[in-house]
């Protein structure tokens, strides 16, 4: 199994940019996927997440990031993405996309597994 974020950068507040989380090695269609960030000095937190096949179209979304990112995917492609819009500082960590156990989004991270490498995502004001 595995999950490839790409897509990060450095960009000005205001900006936007899109994540792209690749998987290989598993039913990709049929799990949740789901990104997280790292900040310095701070715990991984859920961002967002998307259900598969199954799931429904379910969503979860962190209040921090509600209206301004959307999550979504292209099984055909093995790929999610994730759009980011009106980009702020606090932004500013390491994304990360992992699968869940489930088909369902999720927010626990405690619910994922095969965190995929991160890719840095960087705000300046």
């Known amino acids: 199994v595995q999950l490839q974020a790409s897509g990060g950068g450095l960009v000005q507040a205001g900006d936007s940019l899109r994540l792209s989380c690749t998987g290989s090695?598993?039913?990709?269609?049929?799990?949740?996927i789901g990104w997280a960030r790292q900040a310095p000095g701070k715990e991984r937190e859920a961002v967002a997440c998307l259900g598969g096949t199954r799931g429904g179209g379910s969503t979860f979304y962190a209040d921090s990031v509600k209206g301004r990112f959307t999550i979504s995917r292209d099984n055909a492609k093995n790929t999610v993405y994730l759009q980011m819009n009106d980009l702020k500082p606090e932004d500013t960590a390491i994304y990360f996309c992992a699968k869940s156990y489930f088909g369902v989004a999720v927010e626990s991270l405690k619910l994922y597994e095969d965190w995929g490498r991160g890719t840095q995502v960087t705000v300046s004001s």
């Open positions: 090695g598993f039913d990709f269609a049929d799990h949740a």
